[in-house]
């Protein structure tokens, strides 16, 4: 993928991170997308070589996945 590429899906993966972010108030169903805008993050942190950000944004998703289950169970 060249540079041009994995900048502008770093950008969307960001957008629509921060946008399910800012969603989540609306649905338990948006910390789910959160979690999914964390991994597609960590993907643009690996892929732009910038592996400590990967790895954020992946320890990120997990935390909204348990976010996530806990909302689920009350």
């Known amino acids: 993928m060249s540079t041009l590429g994995v900048t502008i899906y770093g950008v969307c993966a960001v957008s629509f991170m921060m946008a399910m972010y800012a969603l989540e108030r609306r649905g338990h169903v948006f910390i ?11 993907v643009y942190g690996f892929l732009s070589g ?18 996530y289950r806990h909302v689920q169970l009350h």
Request: charged share 5%.
């Open 50 to 67: 910038a592996w400590p950000f990967g790895v954020v944004e992946l320890v990120w998703s997990f935390v909204a996945v348990h976010r």
């Open 32 to 42: 789910l997308a959160f979690a999914l805008g964390c991994v597609l993050s960590s």
